[in-house]
C-alpha cells in the first residue's frame, strides 16, 4: 500500500471512532432524574384497588408529561388520616420519589420503588411493607408473615435501588392544604420509568452518524490498492 493511501485510510478509520466519540454525552442522566412531570397542581381520585392499596385516577393533567389523565396502581404511605374515596377529589402535586419534597427527603423511597419492582404476597403484603419504610406516624410494625419477607428482601437487597429504564417508579401525589380538608393523605402512583426523549434523539443520531462514518472508511478502503 502507497503511504499516501494509507494515510487516507488511517483518517478515516480515525474519522469514523472521533464521529462516535463526540456523538455520546459528557455525562449521563439517569432516567430517574428526568421524569417529566407538571409544576402546576391536578387532581386525584382514588378507589379501593384490587391490585393495588388505591386505584388512583389522574386529572387536570395537561398533554406532554411522563404522566397524563389515566387511572394508576396507588400506595398509601401515610396512615395519619383515611383519605375520602370517589367522588371526593384531591388536589396534589406531583414529585418523584427520585426527587422528593423537601419534607420528604428522609423517607426511604429507595425501599419504596425496590417494593414496587420486587412484589410478592398479596396487596396488604406490600401495602404493610410499604408502610414499614415510609409512613409519617412513625414506626410501622407488619402484621402478615408475606410483608416481612418483603421486609426482609427489601432490607438485604434495596438499599440506594434507583429504577432503571423500564422499571417501576414511584410518584408522589402530595395533598395542598384545604380550608375544608386540611389533612389530607399522601399517597404515591405507579409509572414505568421511560427512556427519556433525548436519548432516544442520541441514539438514532449516533446509529446515522456511525453508518455514514462507516460508508465513507468502506469506500475509501476499496479505492485503496494493497
Known amino acids: 500500500m502507497k503511504t499516501r493511501d494509507r494515510v487516507k485510510s488511517n483518517v478515516a478509520l480515525g474519522f469514523v471512532f472521533v464521529i462516535l466519540l463526540s456523538a455520546f454525552p459528557t455525562s449521563y442522566v439517569g432516567a430517574e432524574d428526568e421524569l417529566s ?3 402546576a397542581s391536578v387532581y386525584i381520585e382514588v378507589f379501593n384497588g384490587t391490585q393495588s392499596y388505591f386505584s388512583t385516577n389522574l386529572a387536570g393533567v395537561p398533554s406532554g408529561y411522563d404522566v397524563t389523565n389515566a387511572t394508576y396502581f396507588g400506595w398509601c404511605v401515610d396512615s395519619r388520616t383515611i383519605m375520602a374515596g370517589s ?14 419534597p423537601e419534607e420528604l427527603t428522609n423517607q ?10 420486587h412484589k410478592q404476597g398479596k396487596v396488604m403484603d406490600v401495602q404493610q411493607a410499604i408502610w414499614y419504610f415510609v ?16 421486609v426482609n428482601d427489601t432490607l438485604a437487597n434495596g438499599e440506594g435501588f434507583v429504577p432503571d429504564q423500564g422499571q417501576t417508579i414511584g410518584v408522589i401525589c402530595y ?39 462507516a460508508t465513507t472508511f468502506i469506500r475509501v478502503r476499496k479505492k485503496t490498492p494493497n
Not at 426511604?108 to 419492582?117: E, G, P, Q, S
Not at 410494625?141 to 419477607?149: E, K, M, N, S, V
Not at 395533598?175 to 427512556?195: C, F, G, K, M, R
Request: charged content about 15%; hydrophobic content about 45%.
Open 37 to 39: 412531570l407538571p409544576s
Open 87 to 100: 367522588p371526593e377529589k384531591h388536589e396534589v402535586r406531583l414529585f418523584s420519589t427520585c426527587d422528593p
Open 108 to 117: 426511604r423511597w429507595d425501599m419504596v420503588n425496590y417494593i414496587l419492582n
Open 135 to 150: 409512613n409519617m406516624v412513625g414506626n410501622y410494625t407488619p402484621t402478615r408473615t408475606a410483608a416481612w419477607a418483603i
Open 175 to 213: 395533598p395542598l392544604v384545604y380550608s375544608h380538608q386540611p389533612d389530607v393523605q399522601v399517597s404515591v402512583i405507579e409509572i414505568t420509568n421511560v427512556v427519556p426523549e433525548f436519548q432516544s434523539t442520541i441514539a438514532l443520531s449516533i446509529f446515522m452518524l456511525a453508518t455514514a462514518a
